[in-house]
């Protein structure tokens, strides 16, 4: 596995400190010119660089060095007054190339294996992921005997999708019926459809996910 990245939100407490398998991760507080942010923002830590997945005011530092095989141990420690509640540390968040596996109780994280075809993203060990999934395939088209109608079903997905063909969209949806309109392309040979699926962020923030992804199944019908 690569690309571990660790992530915090921007509000951290005071005296914040962060422990993996033993070896601290440097939070010094950085220097800020006077002037340069509000009087109620928090100071900033100077080895966590601004984020790329949901804002900059996520903060993340590359922990690829730090993890190993088997058991993993992050200790974070912190200190917050009564005054503190905005201040406190929200919850950390662990991005990489990685799947999760096993029971929700005793969950791991593993090297991903192989492509994924239609599915749930949870059964495929992604249970907490939110974002865009594509899924791309060329398709060879037969002789459609005068056929008038040709119709791309994507069964059931969560959330929303886009579909293009031959590298330009043809269309987004948000609500069912999954069915795009393909007529334009009879008489082509042969097609590239790629579907890009997008689920929400409730996998990612709340412990219960919900089904993510093409579930399928993905037809191509073609009518009189």
């Keep these: 596995m690569k690309d571990q990245e660790f992530r915090f939100d921007r509000y951290l407490a005071r005296r914040l400190k962060c422990f993996l398998n033993g070896t601290r991760i440097e939070t010094r507080p950085s220097a800020v010119r006077p002037g340069s942010r509000a009087p109620w923002a928090p100071t900033l830590v100077e080895s966590f660089r601004p984020g790329k997945v949901f804002d900059r005011w996520m903060f993340e530092t590359d922990i ?3 993890v190993k095989p088997g058991t993993n141990e992050l200790v974070i420690t912190l200190a917050a007054g009564h005054l503190d509640e905005n201040r406190a540390c929200d919850m950390p968040l662990l991005f990489g190339d ?3 596996i096993g029971e929700k109780v005793a969950e791991r994280i ?3 294996t192989g492509q994924r075809v239609s599915g749930d993203w949870r059964a495929f060990g992604y249970p907490y992921y939110s974002g865009m999934a594509a899924y791309l395939q060329r398709v060879r088209l037969p002789d459609l005997n005068g056929k008038k109608r040709l119709v791309l079903s994507l069964g059931d997905l969560a959330n929303a999708a886009e579909v293009l063909i031959d590298g330009k969209s043809i269309g987004r949806k948000i609500l069912p019926p999954w069915e795009y309109d393909l007529s334009g392309f009879i008489g082509a040979k042969e ?3 790629e579907v890009r699926v997008i ?3 409730k996998n990612l923030w709340d412990d219960e996910t919900l089904p993510s992804g093409l579930l399928g199944p993905v037809e191509l019908r073609a009518f009189s």
């Design 110 to 112: 593993a090297a991903p």
């Design 199 to 201: 689920n929400t962020a």
């Design 98 to 100: 990685f799947v999760v």
């Design 64 to 66: 690829a060095g730090l």
């Design 191 to 193: 097609l590239e459809i």
